[in-house]
């Protein structure tokens, strides 16, 4: 049995694509081979069904199938399972189906329809009652993509409000403050919560020095979240920055709305992580014109690695 997620999980949680066969169909054998390259570029766990894993795009059925693939082959590595969904009967279905099947924790953004503070401690705790409060729940804190803002003082109400709350996947940008405050009141007694970053990773070195656990979230080179988190934690922060920066400018790439999926999967499928760098309807791959601009990135990232470290 895989273990739980805590509030004392910290490392890099990599979020993992879906992939898909040329005809769009669900490329399940081709799992086993998405999360080796994973495993064996550092990653301490993964994520999968999240918002770049294009879970809206599948059927239950199919959602099932990438759990339980993933969750065997990583064994006895963790996985974390986004369960977001409009309906809490829903969400509490794929919830106790995933944890059947031996997943460390749930992850759950609320939906855009939130307005208030009040609201959305209700939100988590009504996900809390759906779900069980024995399940691991992880808070996706990502304004850019659902439109709710989630204050500091209202995630410690969810905090000190419902002990099953035990990871913040921390998306807020800008958000470094964020992280302070949740650190600062740990400081003077709160409990600790497991925070881990994502945004692609393009402000980890500064959300590890202002005291995040890690990450949570993708990118086609996943030893570059590995390494920075690995020399921050020993004190090596200007060594982690130079790793970081060779990497900065394909990560900006990515970070192009609407563009960053077919980037990162054109990437995996470069490495050889992915067979396919398809996207289900209505995504889209890379045109000619960008995929020059990726390639070119990506050489330019490899002779800066090159000069700084023989490789």
């Known amino acids: 049995?895989?273990?739980?997620?805590?509030?004392?999980?910290?490392?890099?949680?990599?979020?993992?694509?879906?992939?898909?066969?040329?005809?769009?169909?669900?490329?399940?054998?081709?799992?086993?081979?998405?999360?080796?390259?994973?495993?064996?570029?550092?990653?301490?766990?993964?994520?999968?069904?999240?918002?770049?894993?294009?879970?809206?795009?599948?059927?239950?059925?199919?959602?099932?199938?990438v759990a339980r693939k993933s969750i065997d082959w990583a064994s006895p590595r963790p996985v974390v399972v986004g369960v977001s969904s409009p309906g809490l009967a829903a969400m509490a279905e794929l919830s106790k189906a995933v944890m059947d099947l031996g997943a460390a924790g749930v992850m759950v953004a609320p939906p855009g329809t939130l307005r208030t503070d009040d609201q959305i401690v209700e939100y988590y705790a009504a996900v809390v009652e759906a779900i069980g409060s024995d399940v691991p729940l992880v808070l996706q804190d990502f304004p850019f993509a659902t439109g709710v803002t989630i204050s500091s003082p209202t995630l410690g109400r969810i905090v000190e409000a419902l002990?099953?709350?035990?990871?913040?996947?921390?998306?807020?940008?800008?958000?470094?403050?964020?992280i302070s405050d949740l650190r600062a009141a740990e400081a003077r007694g709160r409990r600790r919560l497991s925070i881990l970053c994502g945004n692609g990773g393009l402000f980890l070195p500064e959300e590890m020095e202002r005291g995040a656990d890690g990450a949570m979230t993708g990118f086609g080179y996943p030893e570059m979240m590995v390494e920075t988190c690995r020399l921050t934690r020993s004190g090596a922060v200007a060594a982690a920055q130079d790793r970081f920066d060779c990497y900065l400018p394909l990560m900006r790439y990515e970070q192009q709305p609407g563009l960053g999926l077919a980037v990162r999967k054109h990437v995996l499928a470069l490495r050889g992580a992915i067979?396919?760098?398809?996207?289900?309807?209505?995504?889209?791959?890379?045109?000619?014109?960008?995929?020059?601009?990726?390639?070119?990135?990506?050489?330019?990232?490899?002779?800066?690695?090159?000069?700084?470290?023989?490789?």
């Open 163 to 178: 002990p099953s709350v035990v990871m913040l996947k921390h998306e807020d940008w800008p958000g470094l403050q964020k």
């Open 275 to 311: 067979a396919d760098p398809m996207q289900r309807a209505p995504g889209k791959g890379l045109n000619a014109a960008a995929i020059g601009d990726v390639e070119r990135l990506i050489e330019r990232q490899e002779r800066r690695l090159y000069a700084l470290y023989g490789a």
């Open 1 to 65: 049995m895989m273990p739980g997620i805590g509030p004392d999980t910290s490392g890099v949680f990599v979020i993992a694509v879906t992939p898909f066969n040329d005809d769009a169909s669900l490329d399940t054998e081709g799992i086993p081979r998405l999360v080796d390259f994973y495993l064996e570029k550092g990653a301490d766990g993964l994520t999968i069904l999240g918002m770049m894993g294009e879970a809206p795009r599948l059927t239950l059925s199919e959602a099932l199938a």
